[in-house]
Nanobody, 124 residues
Framework: QVQLVESGGGLVQAGGSLRLSCTAS????????MGWFRQAPGKAREFVGF????????YYTDSVKGRFTISRDSAKNTVYLQMNNLKPEDTAVYYC?????????????????WGHGTQVTVSS
């Protein structure tokens, strides 16, 4: 099993940047496909992007392409979500998630492990 803890959320103005961290414990994060999701008030949890375990391939939802980047620091057992040019519609609680097995996995139900989330608020 793996335990996930997110950090780095906060309040930022539109156009600003934040970097979220997801630190894993229990097992090596590089063993897992690591995903990021977000959930805004009153809305369903939404896929943001993922990073494959095998070759660090990344994939993003259209609304964040070119603005968000997922990366991994294996030495720190941490995955990052770098968010640039933030928009008010990016406001949400952001969750990292993990699953064994790479693939184009954009549905939350297929991720077995979840962090508790970190709040990101973007003011206009």
């Amino acid at each position: 099993q793996v335990q996930l803890v997110e950090s780095g959320g906060g309040l930022v103005q539109a156009g600003g940047s934040l970097r979220l961290s997801c630190t894993a414990s229990g097992r090596t994060a590089s063993t897992y496909l690591m995903g990021w999701f977000r959930q805004a008030p009153g809305k369903a949890r939404e896929f943001v992007g993922f990073l494959w375990a095998s070759n660090s391939y990344t994939y993003y939802t259209d609304s964040v392409k070119g603005r968000f980047t997922i990366s991994r620091d294996s030495a720190k057992n941490t995955v990052y979500l770098q968010m640039n040019n933030l928009k008010p519609e990016d406001t949400a609680v952001y969750y990292c998630a993990a699953r064994l097995g790479d693939g184009v996995v954009t549905t939350a139900q297929y991720y077995a492990y979840w962090g508790h989330g970190t709040q990101v608020t973007v003011s206009s």
